[in-house]
């Protein structure tokens, strides 16, 4: 068995899943993280989350972090705010830093070395906490705070939605439990609303994917 073991961040999205199904070719992965920080998808992110965890045979466990609910404007935890199909409606100031800090924590904490991040290329444009620049500052800063020296990885760096989604095509991957969706009013039917920046993203990626029919049974 490898001697890397490690925690994965898992929303429940497309991009946690494939991360984790790369990162398990490599990484013993022991825990799978989900951050309950208020969020208006958190029922549904943790039930796609628990779900794949369980899929794959990982401990799942939830952190709170309500005070970054208090501290944020964000439409994703604000009840009066509706949209939800741009950067600036979405964004959480140092949210991926939190959540990378705590990981890390946790690793030394239970003698783990790695976290598995679900950062890509096309979200890097936009969200600067995606970038390959944000992961290197990471694993440098966390050779100072962490006496095992834990390493962040992010094995979807390089991969765009399209190249994400189809590695799951290709893979067989349970894309039946994902959820990625920001909008709950989505949720009574159990599909992915269309309209938020997450939805869009991923609409777009499977229609120019390897299989375009799924748009069918995710939208």
């Excluded at 830093?97 to 890390?104: P, V």
């Excluded at 950062?119 to 906490?129: G, K, L, S, V, Y």
Aim: with cysteine; charged share 25%; glycine share 4%.
């Amino acid at each position: 068995m490898t001697d890397s073991k490690g925690v994965v961040l898992l929303s429940g999205g497309l991009d946690s899943l494939v991360s984790l199904d790369m990162a398990s070719k490599t990484i013993d992965i022991k825990l799978a993280l989900l951050f309950d920080y208020g969020q208006k998808p958190f029922r549904e992110e943790k039930e796609a989350s628990v779900k794949i965890a369980k899929y794959y045979g990982i401990k799942h466990k939830i952190i709170k972090l309500p005070y970054l609910r208090e501290i944020s404007k964000s439409a994703l935890v604000d009840k009066n705010k509706s949209k939800l199909n741009s950067l600036k409606s979405v964004w959480i100031p140092n949210r991926n830093g939190l959540f990378l800090n705590i990981a890390a924590s946790i690793c030394e904490s239970i003698n783990l070395n790695t976290v598995i991040f679900g950062a890509n290329r096309q979200e890097a444009i936009d969200f600067p906490d995606n970038t390959a620049e944000f992961v290197n500052l990471a694993n440098e800063f966390f050779k100072y705070s962490t006496i095992k020296n834990v390493k962040v990885i992010a094995p979807c760096l390089q991969f765009d939605k399209i190249q994400i989604i189809n590695y799951a095509i290709d893979n067989s991957l349970p894309l039946e439990l994902i959820k990625s969706c920001y909008n709950t009013k989505a949720n009574t039917q159990k599909k992915h609303c269309g309209k938020c920046l997450s939805c869009k993203l991923l609409y777009e990626a499977i229609l120019k994917s390897k299989k375009p029919e799924l748009i069918k049974e995710i939208f």
